[in-house]
């Protein structure tokens, strides 16, 4: 099974959360993918804070990330699916933010799951299958 990590997964790896951590190393690493719009979220959130040492503990710790990670590429496939969901949710009037939509594009277009903490928001996206690693894994 694939999975696509979202931008609140990624962190709360970064952070060291236990249960995050527990699912990714019980994951092939070609199985646990990144895409580009998270990618590029992180990087945004980590210009926007002020020289500090929290902030080059992040950045050492992203960087590992980088450095393990397999990266979801943005295809043609993935813009179609882009497309597709987010005509479908101004159809239906429900509102999310573009870099949600291109994260779950990225999902949708490989038929993998996309892990996030907000399921209730990612699963207004037709067909997207979704799960939190926050919680322990059942084995």
């Not at 990590?5 to 070609?30: I, K, W």
């Not at 980590?46 to 503990?57: D, F, G, Q, T, V």
């Not at 992203?62 to 497309?83: I, K, N, Q, Y």
Request: hydrophobic share 40%; net charge neutral.
């Amino acid at each position: 099974m694939k999975y696509v990590l979202d931008t609140n997964t990624l962190s709360f790896a970064m952070a060291g959360d236990p249960s995050v951590c527990e699912h990714l190393l019980s994951n092939s690493q070609t199985d646990v993918l990144l895409p580009q719009p998270v990618i590029a979220e992180i990087e945004y959130g980590l210009a926007r804070l002020p020289k500090s040492k929290k902030k080059e503990r992040l950045l050492a710790r992203f960087s590992v990330f980088l450095d393990e990670m397999h990266r979801v590429p943005w295809t043609d496939e993935v813009s179609r699916a882009f497309g597709l969901a987010k005509a479908n949710l101004e159809r239906r009037g429900v509102r999310l933010e573009d870099f949600d939509v291109a994260v779950a594009a990225h999902a949708l277009a490989l038929s993998a799951t996309l892990v996030t903490d907000n399921l209730d928001h990612m699963r207004r996206i037709p067909n997207l299958q979704v799960d939190n690693w926050r919680t322990r894994p059942t084995n």
